[in-house]
């Protein structure tokens, strides 16, 4: 049975008029109607609150019901960030402030019920320290772009010790953020944000997370072990990294013992604080084997190997380890060698006391485009063609979904000829099984000297498909010392983003020393704020922070 029920004019007008009045009475003393009424007590302003980012504010405040907080930075690239949980005790880091700058900040704070209310701050900025280099946006197609803003880990020399800056530029080339870990005295290595949004940072003994605005949020010392060049996660929490194991030594071919550093992968429970397994490369490879010229200023003695990058294999868990001085070595899960990849000449016995197995079984053999073997000279690394040419002084390992492998070859001393070419990111498939290796992409042999860098660089593929390629450290072009962070669209290797970052060398001497010249070490894209993040920093409802006014590559 359905029920009618029927309203005349007059009767909707009665009702309306009682709604409305009714309103208007439940919303008295509930709606805030302006941003100061809502805070409840001071909101502090505290610039670089941690000393680590000096780009970087902390807004700390009450309210007086749940609210959601949102931020934007005015400027020619404004930036703007929502927190989409309701709290009433607030600390938000506010990022990507101008440096040397009176800063406008807009915060919006938006109730359970939908109101929102907002009020401008002024924050004031110092000038980036003179030491840190300049960068100019040379080229610049945002339209196929991927996004995000343009991170840089810079190492600065220091009269023979680097300090590490991680800074990010945004498309116009203006310094956003930046994370200063001089206070540590040395190098620190490879920022990595990892799965909390944090970042994390090796420096030799110790392991520090810090969050967006420098807050240590741990502090681990390794015992036995230290880590250096590269950390990452891995899928079960651990930390993969490159290392050196405490004590370490080799017996050379003279009987000499030497201790050597920078030729372990660690495995680190971060939780415990402990290793839960490791690779000793000194045991799968030649330790005697020196195929560059002394020139380079390499330690072979000590640093033989020269750990620079690592990977694991998705489909069977090995470990893919890149050292400067030798080349690319897979090992299993099981510790077997799977195989090397590098120039053939002069390999001998693996192991520590060069007593061990045979390396020359386990090097790829390189194919030409048509998968048939190339020439004795090619695979010796003598000469190249325009089919191959081998790896030299290489860093970044990427195992791309496809199973072939990523990297930065820096061609430092390419077929061993002593003068410089050329650096590029190349593309290599590897038959494990049949250990054959055939180059099936390549970009920066067509640059030259313009994108040469015998030492650092990286390249990554990025979330679009495009190829985000760094020459750390170019020096021998007809332009002032400097790095290139360079965005290709793949395969058809069209520049969409070019940057340069022009180095100061005021802290160093500029000479071919270790810590006398600037460099970049390796180039990222991220977003400001992590994407996994999207909350405020947690705090204690205590909170007493005050209002401030406003050893190689």
């Known amino acids: 049975m359905k029920t009618h029920i029927n309203w005349s004019v007059k009767g909707l007008q009665q009702v309306g008029a009682f709604f409305a009045v009714l309103l208007v009475l439940s919303g008295c003393g509930t709606t805030p109607k302006t941003f100061d009424e809502l805070v409840k007590g001071d909101l502090a302003l505290t610039l670089n609150p941690y000393e680590r980012s000096p780009l970087g ?7 007086t019901e749940p609210v959601a907080v949102s931020l934007e930075i005015a400027g020619d690239i404004a930036i703007s960030k929502t927190f989409d949980t309701y709290n009433t005790i ?37 000038p980036l320290p003179d030491f840190l280099p300049s960068i100019d946006v040379t080229k610049l197609e945002k339209n196929k772009m991927e996004e995000g803003l343009h991170l840089i880990e810079m190492l600065v020399a220091n009269n023979g010790k680097f300090h590490s800056y991680t800074m990010m530029f945004d498309d116009n080339g203006a310094v956003r953020w930046y994370m200063d870990m001089s206070s540590t005295g040395q190098i620190t290595y490879s920022a990595l944000r990892n799965k909390r949004g944090n970042w994390l940072y090796l420096d030799w003994d110790d392991i520090y997370e810090l969050d967006d605005l420098g807050r240590q949020v741990s502090k681990k010392q390794m015992t036995s072990f230290a880590g250096n060049h590269h950390v990452m996660e891995a899928d079960n929490g651990n930390l993969l990294m490159g290392g050196t194991r405490k004590g370490a030594d080799v017996v050379r071919a003279d009987g000499r013992r030497v201790v050597t550093r920078f030729d372990h992968v660690l495995e680190w429970d971060l939780a415990a604080n402990q290793p839960v397994n490791y690779w000793d490369i000194g045991e799968y ?11 380079y200023s390499l330690d072979f003695m000590a640093d033989w190997f020269h750990l620079n990058g690592i990977a694991k294999d998705p489909k069977d868990g090995s470990i893919i380890a890149s050292g400067r001085s030798q080349g690319v070595v897979k090992m299993g899960a099981d510790k077997s060698l799977k195989w090397i990849m590098a120039p053939h000449a002069r390999w001998g016995r693996a192991g520590r006391t060069g007593q061990g197995n045979p390396t020359k079984p386990f090097l790829l053999t390189a194919l030409d485009r048509e998968g048939k073997p190339l020439p004795e000279n090619v695979q010796f690394g003598i000469e190249s063609t325009d089919d191959f040419s081998w790896n030299t002084g290489q860093h970044s390992m990427n195992i791309l979904p496809n199973g072939n492998l990523l990297i930065f070859d820096n061609g430092m001393s390419r077929d061993f000829a002593e003068k410089p070419t050329y650096s590029r990111a190349v593309e290599y498939k590897i038959d494990d099984e049949k250990r054959t290796i055939q180059q099936v992409w390549q970009y920066g042999k067509e640059r030259g000297l313009e994108m040469f860098s015998p030492i650092t660089s990286d390249v990554d593929v990025l979330a679009n498909g495009n190829r985000l390629i760094t020459s750390g450290n170019i020096r021998l072009s007809d332009k002032p010392a400097h790095a290139k962070l360079i965005e290709i669209t793949y395969p058809k290797n069209e520049v969409v983003f070019e940057a340069e970052i022009y180095f100061k ?16 070490y390796r180039g990222q894209r991220y977003n400001l704020y992590d994407d996994g993040q999207g909350k405020e920093i947690a705090t204690s409802s205590k909170s ?3 209002a401030q006014a406003l050893h190689q590559y």
Do not use: C
């Open 57 to 63: 504010a902390l807004a700390s405040f009450t309210t």
């Open 90 to 126: 607030h600390s938000v880091p506010i990022l990507g402030l101008y440096p040397n700058k009176l800063n406008s900040v807009k915060l919006t704070l938006t109730t359970e019920a939908g109101a929102s209310v907002t009020k401008d701050f002024s924050i004031q900025t110092a």
């Open 544 to 546: 007493t922070i005050s």
């Open 285 to 295: 490879l030649d330790i005697d084997r020196i195929v560059f010229n002394p020139g």
């Open 505 to 520: 060398d005021a802290k160093g001497t500029g000479e071919q020393a270790w810590a006398q010249f600037d460099l970049v």
